[in-house]
């Protein structure tokens, strides 16, 4: 089945220490999408890359980096210069291709605390 | 800047009665999407509305898209417990490569 996935699943950062978290993607999808979700508020997008080897920051990109050498992975890294961490993680990704048509898809998710 | 709201954020129902979520943005769009999030989960595609007047429906839901009012209502038919869920409305960026999300609204149907 095609789909996103999303590892892991639960992830405890130390104070000081760079975390990563994984999104592959088997859709053959060309843009890939990671956002940050806090209780009461909605969606807010860190970082996305429509192309391999290439990609854009969102509004909350500060503390984080991704990287793009693949189609199929989207790689996040939280680091130590973001202060406030503790979030649940969204992957997606979406079909360029096919027009507007088609939504983002969405992953599991990583819930993300500090230890 | 695109900035997407939604009301209320917060729901709760009596099952069988009939109510409207509201989504409003500040800047011209026609591709709006909805989208449904069980408590701990992914969020789940509902409907995808890409002109003036559309409108699409599944089961006991039913969007609609009015992009001169920049309004999209998401109509609940005769609720059941099986909706309580949060609903989210995104739009799409004047260029398309990205989306903007309401806060969601959070649906209690009560038995």
């Known amino acids: 089945d095609g789909g996103i996935t999303q590892s892991p699943k639960y992830l405890f950062r130390k104070e000081g220490q760079n975390v990563t978290l994984s999104c592959e993607q088997n859709?053959?999808?060309?843009?890939m999408y990671w956002y940050r979700q806090d209780p009461g508020q909605g969606l807010r997008l860190i970082y996305y890359?429509?192309?391999?080897?290439?990609?854009q920051k969102g509004d909350i990109a500060e503390g984080y980096s991704v990287s793009r050498e693949k189609k199929e992975s989207f790689p996040l890294t939280v680091t130590s210069a973001q202060k406030n961490p503790t979030a649940f993680y969204l992957c997606a990704s979406r079909t360029i291709l096919q027009g507007p048509e088609q939504p983002q898809h969405f992953g599991d998710g990583t819930r993300l605390s500090i230890l | 800047e695109l900035k997407v709201e939604q009301n209320p954020l917060f729901l709760s129902m009596q099952e069988g009665k009939n109510y409207t979520i509201y989504c409003n943005y500040s800047t011209t769009s026609d591709r709006l999407y909805w989208y449904r999030q069980d408590p701990g989960k992914s969020l789940e595609s509902l409907f995808v509305?890409?002109?003036?007047?559309a409108v699409k429906q599944e089961g006991r839901l039913m969007a609609s898209l009015d992009t001169k009012a920049r309004l999209s209502t998401l109509h609940i038919t005769a609720a059941v417990h099986d909706l309580s869920a949060t609903y989210f409305c995104?739009?799409?960026?004047?260029?398309?490569?990205?989306?903007?999300f309401g806060a969601g609204t959070i649906l209690r149907v009560k038995s």
């Open positions: 859709l053959n999808h060309d843009a």
């Open positions: 509305l890409l002109s003036n007047g």
């Open positions: 890359s429509q192309i391999v080897n290439d990609f």
């Open positions: 995104a739009v799409d960026n004047s260029r398309g490569n990205k989306l903007v």
